[in-house]
């Protein structure tokens, strides 16, 4: 059975830290992208960023390149996001999401529609 499930959510100040993990079980997640998605209350959904466990690719959106770090124990089947420098704009339920194959270096995009697997989220609060 296919699982993502994060943790690391919290309420911070604005200028904090907080830092995301996404444990994967039920497969092996070798040569598939993973990343990061949040969904700000009446906002669509968007892609933050995106690791491919294989090596070698990572993609960073423009608001959080810079202050935001994606990484990936393929030991421990565990995807992280180190966010630091956190903004009140940056309040988002947190999303991990995998797939094998994506448009994201031929679009430069992530797009929702590219990942088939999904956690439940968990709640990013930040306070000015």
């Known amino acids: 059975q296919v699982q993502l499930v994060e943790s690391g959510g919290g309420s911070v100040q604005a200028g904090g830290s907080l830092r995301l993990s996404c444990v994967a079980s039920g497969y092996t997640w070798i040569n598939y992208w993973m990343g990061w998605f949040r969904q700000a209350p009446g906002e669509e959904r968007e892609g933050v960023a995106a690791i491919y466990t294989g090596g070698g690719k990572i993609y960073y959106a423009d608001s959080v390149q810079g202050r935001f770090t994606i990484s990936h124990d393929n030991a421990k089947n565990t995807l992280y996001l180190q966010m630091n420098g956190l903004t009140p704009e940056d309040t988002a339920v947190y999303y991990c999401?995998?797939?094998?194959?994506?448009?994201?270096?031929?679009?430069?995009?992530?797009?929702?529609?590219?990942?088939?697997?999904w956690g439940q989220g968990t709640q990013v609060s930040v306070s000015a």
């Open positions: 999401a995998a797939d094998r194959e994506t448009h994201i270096q031929a679009l430069g995009v992530m797009r929702v529609a590219d990942f088939s697997y």
